[in-house]
């Protein structure tokens, strides 16, 4: 018994130690028997790192730093389903479906979403450009509140890109939120709004 997990614990740390080695910069998510191996490189510049079941039930979650991410995470225990690993980024949300079934663990679709992309002009700061991608048919949202949680202005778009300048020179100087809710999920943008 104690042979058969040593033999089990090396041939782990040598699929683990050969997929990580593989390219060193770019995101990897792989499995080995009931282990989930996840490794983030710093320059990623990943947020969050997160295990969400068919409900959006978050199972697992972790706040990244700037440093690499290495996780093992044993799997052994979920139940049979469709998994997701979340990787959220300053610019993009990498999503990777994961299978469990008799059978094994599986990775099949992945996606990335890409977040709203939020732009001073240098020349005026109270103009703001504001871009992001809408993929899915469904309609997005932008709204904008100022410090005291005031909705400022609030536009629709149900165009697969949205790109439009938002004018704040009428508005007075501080702090203003931009939330947009897009493709089932909602981002918030801060932004100082000076003289």
Known sequence: MKKKNLISMLVFLLVSSFVFAQNPNTVKID?????LLLWIPA???ALKVRLIDQN???????????SDFRRNLDLSNLPNGV???EIDG???VLKQE???NKQGLFLDNKAVVFKPRVIAFEENEKMIRLTF???TSNRSSVKVYDSEGNLVTKMKNGENYFNKVLDF?????GEYSIAVQKAGRDYLEKIYIGE
């Open 31 to 35: 499995f080995n028997e009931d282990q």
């Open 43 to 45: 320059d990623e510049n």
């Open 56 to 66: 959006q039930v978050e199972l697992y979650a972790e706040k990244l730093y700037a």
């Open 83 to 85: 998994y997701h690993v």
């Open 90 to 92: 300053k610019q993009r």
């Open 98 to 100: 994961l299978i469990k």
């Open 133 to 135: 991608n809408n993929p």
């Open 169 to 173: 020179s009428q508005l007075p100087q």
